[in-house]
């Protein structure tokens, strides 16, 4: 779960930046919140992300507890393209990790949050 400050604004990144589904949305007038999930697919064969919206607050201390979200994406160069394309914000350019082979990026969501960009490996045949 991660607490935003516009919800249309994330729901626009992480659907129309990252290539999410908006899976469903639930208002809670008198609770003073609504949330938004979102993923590739739906539980129980992909993961979601819930988008929490508490009214009247715009922006939260992201603290020093939070690391980041990380996805597989079979082609982290491909992937960074189509987001820069779409006006996300590439905060880490593709290339080997540091010590290592795996390609990886990271990018930033409109509050702030990092998401990481893992590029699958390919197994020969």
């Known amino acids: 779960m991660l607490r935003v400050g516009d919800l249309q604004r994330s729901i626009d990144f992480y659907t129309q930046v990252l290539g999410m589904k908006l899976l469903r949305t639930t208002e809670r007038p008198e609770q003073k919140y609504s949330l938004a999930f ?3 697919g ?23 507890a939070y690391g980041h979200i990380a996805l597989g ?18 905060t880490r350019e593709p290339g ?14 409109p ?8 590029q699958r490996a390919t197994t020969s045949e």
Do not use: Q
């Open 38 to 40: 979102v993923g590739y």
């Open 111 to 118: 509050d702030g949050y990092k998401i990481e960009l893992i």
């Open 42 to 64: 739906s539980n129980p064969e992909h993961a979601e992300l819930e988008l929490t919206y508490n009214h009247g607050v715009s922006s939260y201390d992201l603290g020093n």
């Open 73 to 90: 994406v079979p082609d982290a160069y491909a992937a960074c393209d189509r987001i820069r394309a779409a006006g996300g914000n590439i």
């Open 96 to 109: 080997p990790v540091k010590g290592g082979s795996t390609v990886i990026a990271f990018v930033t969501d």
